[in-house]
């Protein structure tokens, strides 16, 4: 298999953690995951941004993405991929607000990159362990197709003031 194609199969991988990782944001607000429980640095350990709620959510539309791709591809091994690239999307996300609230950084600041990709890493780490034919190279397209997407989407949002900053 050719270089695109690698990236192509990687992107098919990954298309399930992205949608995880989109819908979670349709939670406003519910249990967090942490309980409200703070660590020795007095701060909270995952911070109110990541609730029981999202997480079902986001496994839920990672599933049935993986069963759609599990249909039209006639793979049946899809569907838990799909699931799997969800599951890891939200454990990788989950790591990434550990890492902010370690940093002093409150629930929704940014912090750039790892805000962005922090769920491709989880993902990419459980389908990895799973035997999922992920490649390096594919990985490092969609994470850069990833990058692009949100400062082009952000710089957009901006311009038609949907946002306050271009970022
Ligand atoms: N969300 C959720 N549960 C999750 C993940 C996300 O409810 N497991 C929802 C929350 O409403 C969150 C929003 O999706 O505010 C956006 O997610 P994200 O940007 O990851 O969280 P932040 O609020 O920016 O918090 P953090 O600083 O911890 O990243
Ligand atoms: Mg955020």
Known sequence: M?????AWETFLLIVPAMVANGSAVLVKRGTPIDLGRTLWDGRRVLGDGKTFEGLLVALSFATIIGGVLATAMGEEKRLLYGFLAGLGAMLGDMAGSFVK???????GAPLPIVDQLDFVAGAAAVLFLAGAP???GGLALVSLLILVLHRATNLAAHKLGLKEVPW
């Open 134 to 136: 992920l490649s390096v």
């Open 2 to 6: 050719g270089v695109l194609g690698e």
């Open 101 to 107: 609230r370690r940093l002093n950084i409150s629930r």
